[in-house]
Nanobody, 125 residues
Framework: QVQLVESGGGLVQAGGSLRLSCAASGRTFSSYTMGWFRQAPGKERDFVAAISWTGDNTNYALSMKGRFTISRDNAKNTVYLQMSSLKPEDTAVYYC??????????????????WGQGTQVTVSS
């Protein structure tokens, strides 16, 4: 199994940027598809982005494409989400997730096996 810990969330003004990090444990980390999801209070957990275990392929939700960038450094057991041009509607708890068998085209939370505790991102007007 793998354990995930997110960090890097905080308060930022609209138009600003944040970089989230997800530190993963386990010697098998590099074989997992990694994803980011977000969830606002009272709303569903939505797909944000995913990256293949090689890092060669990525997938983004349409509203994120061009603003968010997912990357991974397998040597450091870390996945990143670089967020720019942030909007108030981006306010949510952001979760890092790992899927052992899924691909980057699997955008349901139920395709992922392991989850971090989440990190709060708040974007003010």
């Amino acid at each position: 199994q793998v354990q995930l810990v997110e960090s890097g969330g905080g308060l930022v003004q609209a138009g600003g940027s944040l970089r989230l990090s997800c530190a993963a444990s386990g010697r098998t980390f590099s074989s997992y598809t990694m994803g980011w999801f977000r969830q606002a209070p009272g709303k569903e957990r939505d797909f944000v982005a995913a990256i293949s275990w090689t890092g060669d392929n990525t997938n983004y939700a349409l509203s994120m494409k061009g603003r968010f960038t997912i990357s991974r450094d397998n040597a450091k057991n870390t996945v990143y989400l670089q967020m720019s041009s942030l909007k108030p509607e981006d306010t949510a708890v952001y979760y890092c997730a790992a899927s052992q068998y899924g691909t980057i085209r699997d955008t349901s939370q139920y395709d992922y096996d392991y989850w971090g505790q989440g990190t709060q991102v708040t974007v003010s007007s």
